[in-house]
């Protein structure tokens, strides 16, 4: 039995109370358990590049049409998302961390993870490119970036982006520094935004910058290499670490995305509005037709 209060109280602990950025469906109410025929509440924490994508508002209806639950989205970044699934705030998890997924499957917070699709990590800035990063490998665009001290905007908010961005300026040995490196703490959309209005770079996922790019003053320069490879997994949390947990709906939705029908509907997302499709379902090779 899910006990609704308990859970409404682990996410509002979890996300804060009111407005935190990225999140999209209501707490579910305090009260007792659904009768017979009525829908069942299932939290999904994911992140936030599903949502600004416009994904996910494709699959929760269908999901929910095919199924006994209302789905209650939770958007945050990778890592809060994670930090939901083991406090058991959540019953099904949508992330793109590998490497925090392993430590929380390692850790027996998870039950089951499986990919569901992917897409690639792109570097964008402003169309003049002031510091000519265009067509650079990763590493020497983020020295030049450096080099030049011009604006770089990161999320900062503990995503799979930030994860993956921190990792990339490691690998190129550099550490970034204020004034020129910023900080948001927000998503992707809105790190996108901050860094049009700045003229300055960020790194994104290709599914959510194409979703907003003509809002943007952005261009891609930067993009193509394996280490940019960006890789959605879906993790059910595991019950033996929290009986609140609705094990069944999360089953019953990792199932669901990882049918043909939502393959097929996953890989032709974005195509009649960009031209491409915005993720690659994982019955494609992520790796042989990066960012095509």
Known sequence: MKKNGFRAAALCATIGLGMAPGVQASVPAPGGP??????????????TSLQDSGLLDVLVPRFEASSSYRVKAIAVGSGEALKMGEQGSADVLVVHSPSDEERFMAAGLGKDRKELMSNDFVIVGPPGDPVKVRGLPVADALRSISGGRSVFVSRADASGTDKKEKGLWKKAGLAPVEPWYLETGQGMAETLRIASEKSGYTLTDRGTFLAVKARLDLVVLVEGEADLLNVYHVITVNPERHPDVDIRGAEAFMEFLLSPDTQKAIGEFGRDKFGVPLFKPVL?????????
């Open 34 to 47: 659904a009768g017979a025929g009525a829908s069942r509440d299932l939290i999904l924490a994911t992140t």
């Open 284 to 292: 494609r090779s992520p790796a042989a037709d990066m960012g095509k």
